[in-house]
Structures are given as C-alpha cells and as structure tokens.
C-alpha cells in the first residue's frame, strides 16, 4: 500500500485480524455457511498482503500478479455460486477489486502513489463508490441492530453482529486501499 506507513499498517493489522477471525468461522460454521466464511478469510489475508507499505516490502512487478492472479481464482470461484444465491456478488467484486489493484501494482513496477498513476479513474471511482455504498449499509444495519443478543447456544466465532462488522471491517479496508491507489 502506498500513503502513509503507519495507515497501512494498521490496515495490515487489521486486515490480518479479520482474515484470521474468518478461518475460525470457516472451522466452526455450518457446512453451508463455510464457503462464505472461507471467502472472507482470504480477502482479510490479502488485503493484509497488500496493505504492506511499500517502503517495507517492495515487491515489484511479481507481487502485484501474484496477487491478481490468486483473486483471480477467487473471482472464478465466485461465479459458480452465483447462480443459486445473489449473496456471493459480494465476493465476486471484492475479488474482481483485488485483481484490478494487484494489476494496477504490476502495471507501476509496485511504486502506485509515488508520482505514478495506478488504475484507470473510472474503474477506481466505480469501486469506490460501491464500497462507500457497502460500508454505510452495512454500518447502518449494525447501527440498527444495536443491542442485539445471540442466542446463548451461538458460539463467538458465529455471532452475526461480529460477521456483518469484520465485513464491513473489510469494506472500509478496501475503500482506503483504493483511495491510496
């Protein structure tokens, strides 16, 4: 990530924090449950990845593809269970985001922010707009939901509240990562 260091440690800490929290869900949640679980891990641990200031791990060129070419598996992925559930959209953009980013990183030899354009301003302005869209939907129906209580037989790692605020943890990760762009 290109800004300040500081910024994108901290978004690497939590980044790394959410993802580490999915592969928990994925281990505890209902076999229908796991596929989405799994796809939140993997987007918290790339974005971890991708969040590492650049004056701390320059990768170059390799880094970025490396990154656009494993969400772009993920976007592959994402495609099968669109046709029973318009839930994985969600999945498919975020994984379509990350491509576009690592791209971006690939196209600028990792050196995006430094005086180099990353990005085409349409496509970052797009997604942009979707993840600000996310975000306040998201931190709205927390807002909403307010005190809300689990059931006493939920376990931590299935509580809804902590589900909707790693993603909307992951929304406002992903919108900072493309500000940054």
Avoid at 32 to 37: F, G, L, Y
């Amino acid at each position: 990530m290109h800004g300040p260091p500081l910024a994108g440690w901290l978004l690497v800490a939590l980044s790394a924090a959410v993802g580490a929290y999915c592969l928990l869900r994925v281990r505890t949640a209902p076999p229908a449950q796991r596929r989405a679980a799994a796809g939140d891990a993997l987007m918290g641990l790339g974005m971890a990845a991708m969040a590492v200031p650049a004056s701390a791990l320059d990768t170059g060129r390799w880094g970025g593809l490396a990154l656009a070419a494993v969400f772009g598996a993920a976007a592959v992925r994402a495609v099968l269970p669109l046709r029973h559930a318009a839930g994985h959209l969600h999945h498919l953009i975020g994984a379509l985001a990350m491509v576009y980013m690592g791209l971006a990183m690939a196209a600028t030899g990792g050196h995006a922010g430094h005086g180099a354009p990353a990005g085409l301003p349409l496509v970052t302005g797009v997604l942009l707009a979707y993840y600000l869209l996310y975000v306040l939907r998201g931190g709205g129906r927390l807002v909403v939901a307010g005190g809300g209580r689990a059931t006493g037989g939920t376990a931590w790692t299935q509580r809804p509240e902590l589900v909707a605020g790693c993603r909307v943890s992951m929304g406002i990760g992903m919108f900072a990562m493309l500000l940054t762009m």
